[in-house]
């Protein structure tokens, strides 16, 4: 795969940005900080392939073009392994404020039914939409209502099925969908728009 393809694919789209690729010390401190992640740990193998730096007014941002491996076995003896290897864009931001660990991902039907027996999907009553759209969890819910912001609920709505993570001020974002011009767009439009130093 072409090493500059995320450079390629969003130069032209994003001309108020500027975009470089990392240099490895910067890479390495990078695979440093997504190895903190939950939903980056399900994967057998994760390879980083490029990272790119965006910087859209003094604010800098960064877009991961990750290599995820699942292995699988078989039941049957002898157990043969299968991997399956896809290409995601991530999109990583430093944010101003703590928010604890959060996550953020699309409802699914099951979340609803177990929202009728226990409640512990996150609600915001000033966008009834979003907590319909979205299931909310955070280890720290007061933390969460106190540092979350209107806009931030806004920038995550412009979108579909994004799932967000965040450790304290660490946030990541992803489509869990294999990696194409378009979804590299959703996810740097997002990760600019979030990093806009007011959360």
């Known amino acids: ?19 470089r690729k990392l240099i490895d010390t910067e890479e390495d401190n990078i695979i440093r900080i997504i190895s903190r992640f939950n939903s980056l740990g399900y994967y057998s193998l994760a390879l980083l392939s490029e ?9 800098t941002s960064y877009l991961l073009l990750l290599n995820l491996q699942t292995t699988f076995k078989g039941t ?14 991530i999109g990583l931001a430093f944010l101003n404020k703590n928010y604890g660990k959060v996550l953020i991902r699309p409802e699914t039907i ?8 226990s409640h512990i999907d996150i609600d915001f009553d000033f966008d ?11 280890n720290n819910e007061a933390l969460l209502r106190l540092n979350i912001s209107k806009q931030f609920i806004e920038t995550i709505n412009e979108n579909n099925d994004l799932e967000i993570e965040i450790d304290d001020n660490i946030l990541i974002v992803r489509l869990r969908k ?22």
């Open 128 to 138: 009834k939409d979003f907590s319909k759209k979205y299931c909310v969890l955070a």
């Open 110 to 117: 099951e979340d609803k039914i177990n929202d009728l027996f």
């Open 1 to 19: 795969m072409n090493d500059t393809i995320i450079i390629d694919n969003l130069e032209t789209k994003f001309k108020d940005c500027v975009l």
């Open 76 to 89: 049957k003896i002898p157990q043969n392994e299968t991997i399956i290897s896809e290409y995601e864009i």
């Open 51 to 59: 990272a790119v730096e965006i910087k859209k007014n003094e604010k």
């Open 178 to 199: 294999q990696f194409t011009p378009e979804n590299g767009e959703i996810i740097a439009k997002f990760i600019t728009g979030i990093n806009n130093g007011r959360n």
